[in-house]
């Protein structure tokens, strides 16, 4: 695709579709850290097109005061929501690679992460794989797996059973000790 395809789309779309994609990322986002959290990541793919053709068919509905304009310019009203889940998705995108400042994570805490995904809630797995980290690191006493167990307990919403914590902070400090046990 040229240039002149890009700007010819933006100036076909025009200034509407950017601004509801602005404010259909954010909305995305605010879905994604409240309500949505313990959502699949695959699911929150569609978001922001669902959002983008929602916002923009209230857009164009209060645009032409009509109801019946979204039944007869549906199609239009669907492509331009497209459009704006679109351009959410490539703010969201620039966003996630050029502006947001990403916390640096030890190997551990990479490792731990990797291995409670699915275990722990999105937004909590960085906190927790810290938490683990730090109470692995500080354990004198041979417990670790027993405080990883009671972190995961903390931070799961009481969706593993007992078995699971207890083999799953097993994991962590067995594989822990191989990753530190073996230096390239």
């Known amino acids: 695709m040229t240039i002149i395809k890009i700007i010819d789309t933006f100036t076909f779309y025009g200034l ?19 309500f949505l959290k313990n959502i699949k990541k695959k699911l929150l793919t569609f978001l922001p097109f669902t959002v983008g ?3 923009y068919a209230v857009y164009a509905a209060l645009k032409n005061w009509s109801l019946a304009y ?3 310019e549906y199609v239009s009203i669907i492509e331009h929501g497209v459009s704006v889940g679109s351009v959410a998705t490539l703010l969201y995108v620039l ?30 797995i960085e ?8 109470a692995i690191e500080r354990d004198v006493t041979g417990n670790g797996a027993l405080k990883a167990a009671e972190i ?14 207890q083999l799953l902070s097993k994991l962590i400090i067995e594989t822990l000790a191989h990753v530190n046990t073996v230096k390239p």
């Open 152 to 165: 995961l307990s903390d931070n799961s919403d009481g969706e593993i059973s007992e078995r699971d914590l």
């Open 127 to 134: 906190s927790v794989a810290k938490q683990i980290a730090e």
């Open 16 to 34: 509407d579709v950017a601004l509801l994609a602005i404010l259909t990322a954010v909305t995305v986002q605010i879905f994604k850290i409240t």
């Open 53 to 55: 053709a929602i916002f």
């Open 95 to 124: 966003y996630e690679q050029f502006v947001r400042e990403k916390t640096t994570s030890s190997a551990t805490e990479g490792v731990i992460s990797t291995l409670i995904e699915g275990f722990v809630p999105t937004d909590k």
């Open 70 to 72: 979204l039944l007869t």
